[in-house]
């Protein structure tokens, strides 16, 4: 499975405004980092859940032992853009800590029982939950 041209082809589906091929375009959004290297924008879809005035997005990578690239990217610059439904905007990126990330992870595997089995797979790593806040 090629990734990499799966993600291509999910950015393109989503940017048309049309159906997005086996996803929920409802639950789907495009956040563009800075390359923690390159310098360069990096695009990836990913799944959200709002939370307030924030969009939550989740580090799990499948439950890999490592995170993924985008997470590692926003780490070095917080600044991303966000394309969610028919809107594009700056925003803030910042993981979530303490007690807020306690509660927003009970929630989101309450809603989507797959990240339990994505957490149990990450072995020692914690898997990173991130705000996006309008900029």
Do not use: C
Request: glycine content about 8%; charged content about 25%.
């Amino acid at each position: 499975m090629d990734i990499t041209s799966i993600n291509r082809a999910v950015i393109e589906q989503f940017r048309a405004g049309g159906e997005v091929e086996g996803m929920h375009r409802d639950r789907l959004l495009l956040l563009t980092t800075t390359g923690r290297r390159s310098g360069e924008p990096r695009t990836s879809p990913m799944m959200f859940h709002p939370d307030g005035e924030r969009l939550l997005v989740i580090a799990s990578n499948m439950g890999a032992a490592v995170h993924p690239a985008w997470y590692l990217n926003l780490t070095a610059d917080p600044h991303v853009t966000v394309e969610v439904g028919d809107e594009t905007y700056p925003a803030l990126a910042e993981t979530t800590t303490g007690a807020d990330r306690e509660r927003v992870w009970a929630e989101l595997k309450r809603a989507y029982p797959f990240f339990a089995d994505h957490e149990e797979k990450a072995g020692e790593r914690e898997i990173p939950v991130v705000a996006l806040t309008r900029a």
